[in-house]
């Protein structure tokens, strides 16, 4: 049996942890704030990953699986509402049909939830602390990673790459300002307080 407490595995675990603990706290969260962690947690992930060494296989059977249909629906909801406010999408109108970014936001809701739920599985498997069980979280998870999870994680950070840069949604604001502010009628203005003090006032 491979070393499966070695100091990779331990730091991937650890990376694993905090991104399910993020995605359960994402009800919670403001919109800027969500999206900015995971801006910068994804590509730990994918690198920590790639670092694994792919033990064998122990058990006969596959593994117990952890995350169920309601707490995938949870997570995946929370990320979906969190993409929709950043659109500033609203509800449809009856008879309508879904708009491209309602499209996109369920899309992308579903690839953090499909994470979330490989990450979870695996961290509460490795978890167990039976040998065994360990060696089998790693390497179910390892083998998704190389045969779908990998590419997952790339397209889930693009994705994500451009509702934070695209000029087509309010992005920029609400990384801002943490969240969307409803209703707000004033622009703010491109300067800081500071630099209002530098540049004075030209009338």
Not at 67 to 72: D, I, K, Q, R, T
Not at 74 to 90: C, N, S
Not at 155 to 170: A, G, I, P, V
Request: proline share 4%; charged share 30%.
């Amino acid at each position: 049996m491979e070393d499966i407490r070695d100091a990779n595995t331990r730091e991937f675990i650890s990376t694993a942890s905090d991104f399910c603990k993020l995605m359960e706290q994402a009800p919670k969260m403001r919109t800027g704030e969500l999206f900015n962690q995971l801006q910068q947690m994804l590509p730990v992930i994918y690198a920590k990953s790639a670092k694994l060494s792919k033990p064998k296989y122990c058990y006969e059977e596959e593994p117990k699986r952890f995350v169920g249909e309601e707490e995938y629906a949870r997570v995946h909801d929370a990320i979906q509402q969190k993409i929709e406010l950043y659109f500033g999408i609203t509800q449809m109108s009856p008879g309508t049909g879904p708009s491209q970014f309602e499209i996109m936001s369920f899309s992308m809701a579903e690839g953090f939830a499909d994470l979330y739920e490989q990450l979870k599985n695996c961290v509460k498997l490795y978890n167990v602390e039976i040998p065994q069980a360990m060696n089998d979280a790693i390497w179910l998870y390892y083998d998704n990673f190389i045969t779908s999870l990998g590419l997952k994680l790339i397209e889930s950070l693009r994705s994500l790459h451009q509702l934070l840069y695209s000029k087509s949604t309010e992005g920029s604001r609400a990384i801002q300002d943490n969240d969307f502010e409803l209703n707000r009628d004033e622009e703010e203005p491109w300067y800081s307080d500071d630099q209002e003090e530098v540049y004075g006032d030209d009338e």
